[in-house]
């Protein structure tokens, strides 16, 4: 594991040259883009007013949204070949990194953490490898699921967006266990713990005693005392501490003896700027944190120990 | 005429459904209790392989080892009150921490194969007794919740249903939890 001062180094040796060379590449797309904007806009514009409508405005908005993906195609992956494939090898050199791969959509759906039909799901920016004894992988996904409104257009929705990480977990089980952030004990308190013993479509409520891991989470297994058996007093204590640390919702499943964390996130995560010069150390600091955060679980988690049968 | 009906009925329903919980609570407690039972029985099943393989070895603790042998086939012998149980097992707890601490002491031993796969074994059920003792007590939380608050404790008190006790870590335990720290590696 690197510290943020040896991929400050990183940034001066070996990725500000190739970066020079990449925010080349961005000027270029970025002049094509406004070139395509400036047609577009103003046609769709005129179109709008002569027609009195306002669709053309939308339909401008989507063509120039879809010049921005193709132009920039070229520029994207030749930074995340550059720059952030270094990165992620400078994180741990044992690390394979694909851009275009993601955790395929049955492992996805496998952990049970979201339930809903999924129609359409996409994801880049794989990461694999071990790191100590333990097998890990993660990437960007996005999970969404279609609905028809009265006049038969298709609106996508978002089921979940962001970091989906898949680890091996250290000890053997056979049954399902889900940690979902717990939204209805924090609102009702008391009240909310009896709405979610209700509902049995997650398996039986699994009530445990560390009452600060309580008031963040609430547990549904399948077995009582396995999941007691995951998630032990010292593995509540430290994701509840992740949780603090990362500071959003997020969502574990413990199946198949694999750990699932699901974490959600508003913006794209390893995308580079289009918009803004690149010669910055700023978005490489981003990119760096947010995949120690990433890799930082299986130390955050205690995953390494291998002190039970299982190896 | 027909409300009375309606309102005798509903407290007639009531009424089971109440008895009904608490009939579940009381089992899920006993369903419980012999997951505990069932997983230090399988602890004991580990002794004496656990004993045959480190006794070649451990020259200066045959007398642990002996006495161990002894206490596990008292304990699977079947002829003792639960009290009595706890009692023995909290003693054997105890013994097995020692021994795993004296260990350290024999480097051949360490590195026996076959001992590694053992003490991965008998973390793995120190660990799942530990998760079934914490599945009892928030088993017997919940039962003794329900018989202390209204309006379940009214049907409680006309069963005669009693409070029933938690597991408390004893000092023999928490030096267990201890000795499975020293061997992370």
Sequence with gaps: MKTLSEIRELYHSVLLPELEVLEGQRKLALNNIIIVASIVFPLALLLAYFIKDFWPMLVGFFIVAGAVAFISKDYVRNFKTGIIEKIVHAVDEKLNYSQAAFIPRSLFSASEIFRHKIDRYRGDDHVQGMLGRTKVEFSEVHAEYETRDSKGRTQHHTIFRGLFFV??????????????????????????????SWNKTRGALVKL????????????????????????????????????????????????????????????????????TIIDFAPIEQYFEDLQLATGIVDDLNLNIRIWSKQ | MVGVIVILVAIVLFTFALYN???????????????VDALLKKRYDLIPNLVSTVKTYMEHEKGTLTEITELRAKAVSGTLTSDEKVQLDNKISKMLGGIMVAVENYPDLKANQN??????????????????????NAAVTDYNNAIEMVPTNIVASMLNYKRKQVFEASEAERQNINVGQLFKN
């Design chain 1, 167 to 196: 680890a091996d977990f250290n000890k053997h089980f056979k049954g399902t266990t889900i940690v979902l952030p717990d939204t209805a004990e924090r609102l009702f308190g008391g009240l909310g713990a009896m709405f979610q």
């Design chain 2, 115 to 136: 001992f590694l796969q053992l003490q991965g074994s008998l973390n793995e059920v120190e660990e799942q007794i530990s998760a079934a003792r914490r599945a009892y």
């Design chain 2, 21 to 35: 919980s608490l009939v579940g609570k009381k089992n899920q407690v006993e369903n419980v209790f012999a997951s």
């Design chain 1, 209 to 276: 005693e560390d009452p600060e891991f309580e008031k963040l989470f609430v547990v549904y297994g399948e077995d009582q005392i396995e999941a007691r058996y995951i998630l032990s007093t010292s593995l509540m204590k430290r994701i509840s501490d992740f949780r603090k640390k990362t500071n959003k919702n997020i969502f574990l499943s413990f199946k198949g003896s694999k750990i699932f964390i699901a974490i959600p996130y508003y913006r794209g995560l390893f995308e580079p700027r289009i918009f803004r």
